[in-house]
């Protein structure tokens, strides 16, 4: 009894069909538009850092590609891309706090390690007893000598120098790892990676043949970006 289901090769009548001929456009395969996007979310500082950095000494990323020319000639694709990513990640500053939240709680498994072990009761006893460190000299300066100004100086540029000294000694101390500096510029190129990485999913899902060069090009540095992140999950067990 013949299947209304299956064609004479057995492969479904509907749906995807995985023809085994190689094709030379990548909408063989359509992934979801909102698929980056969703990922990108969930990165962490760390992840972003890392990504930031293999961008910067990455080749491909000191030149315009075929991307570039992909962008143009689909203005509407790319305003949805946009507004997709924008959905997802927020703005440039919600984008770096979800990524803070991420870390945060990639961390607070380690930081109940500290606190169980009372590392982290002495790290809050050193840093009250810097703040008072700090807090004495100025209001002893002030009730002795309040005319004296050359004084008063002197005292705020010492405690200026002891919080610094103080405050990297806690930080060593603490054993957290170091918070990562992350460029407003950089982040925004690491955005435009995201994008571009949408429009091809949506252009893709349109039916829209694109060669594998352009494909390529507009996937790369999503691409770059998952691999500096496996790298970090790697290094962090």
Same mark, same amino acid.
């Given at each position: 009894?013949?299947?209304? !289901?299956?064609?004479?090769?057995?492969?479904? /009548? !509907?749906?995807?069909?995985? $023809?085994?001929? =190689?094709?030379?456009?990548?909408?063989?395969?359509?992934?979801?538009?909102?698929?980056?996007?969703?990922?990108?979310?969930?990165?962490? *500082?760390?992840?972003?850092?890392?990504?930031?950095?293999?961008?910067?000494?990455? =080749? +491909?990323?000191?030149?315009?590609?075929?991307?570039?020319? *992909?962008?143009?000639? !689909? =203005?509407?694709? *790319?305003?949805?891309?946009?507004?997709?990513? #924008?959905?997802? *990640?927020?703005?440039?500053?919600? +984008?770096?706090?979800?990524?803070?939240? @991420?870390?945060?709680?990639?961390?607070?498994?380690?930081?109940?390690? /500290? /606190? &169980?072990?009372?590392?982290? #009761?002495?790290?809050?006893?050193? #840093?009250?007893?810097? &703040?008072?460190?700090?807090?004495?000299? =100025?209001? !002893? @300066?002030?009730?002795?000598?309040?005319?004296?100004?050359?004084?008063?100086?002197?005292?705020?540029?010492?405690?200026?120098?002891?919080?610094? @000294?103080?405050?990297?000694?806690?930080?060593?101390?603490?054993? @957290?790892?170091?918070?990562?500096?992350?460029?407003?510029? +950089?982040?925004?190129?690491? #955005?435009?990676?995201?994008?571009?990485?949408?429009?091809?999913?949506?252009?893709?899902?349109?039916?829209?043949?694109?060669?594998?060069?352009?494909?390529?090009?507009?996937? /790369?540095? +999503?691409?770059?970006?998952?691999?500096?992140?496996?790298?970090? $999950?790697?290094?962090?067990?």
């Amino acid at each position: 009894m013949s299947n209304e !289901y299956q064609l004479v090769d057995g492969s479904p /009548r !509907y749906g995807t069909r995985h $023809d085994e001929t =190689p094709q030379d456009t990548g909408a063989a395969q359509s992934p979801r538009v909102e698929e980056t996007a969703e990922a990108a979310a969930r990165l962490g *500082l760390d992840h972003v850092a890392a990504a930031i950095d293999r961008r910067l000494t990455s =080749p +491909w990323a000191e030149k315009e590609d075929a991307v570039q020319a *992909l962008r143009a000639q !689909y =203005p509407e694709e *790319l305003a949805s891309a946009r507004a997709l990513v #924008r959905l997802h *990640l927020g703005s440039q500053r919600q +984008w770096r706090l979800k990524a803070q939240a @991420v870390r945060d709680k990639q961390l607070a498994a380690t930081m109940h390690r /500290r /606190r &169980m072990s009372g590392r982290a #009761r002495e790290i809050f006893l050193l #840093r009250l007893g810097l &703040m008072l460190a700090l807090i004495a000299p =100025p209001v !002893y @300066v002030l009730t002795t000598s309040r005319e004296d100004i050359l004084k008063l100086v002197l005292t705020g540029v010492v405690c200026i120098a002891a919080a610094f @000294v103080g405050g990297h000694f806690l930080t060593v101390r603490a054993r @957290v790892p170091v918070m990562p500096n992350i460029r407003g510029t +950089w982040l925004a190129e690491l #955005r435009n990676d995201v994008i571009n990485a949408t429009l091809v999913a949506i252009l893709q899902n349109k039916g829209v043949e694109l060669d594998r060069m352009t494909v390529a090009a507009g996937q /790369r540095g +999503w691409d770059s970006i998952t691999t500096a992140a496996k790298a970090v $999950d790697a290094l962090q067990g």
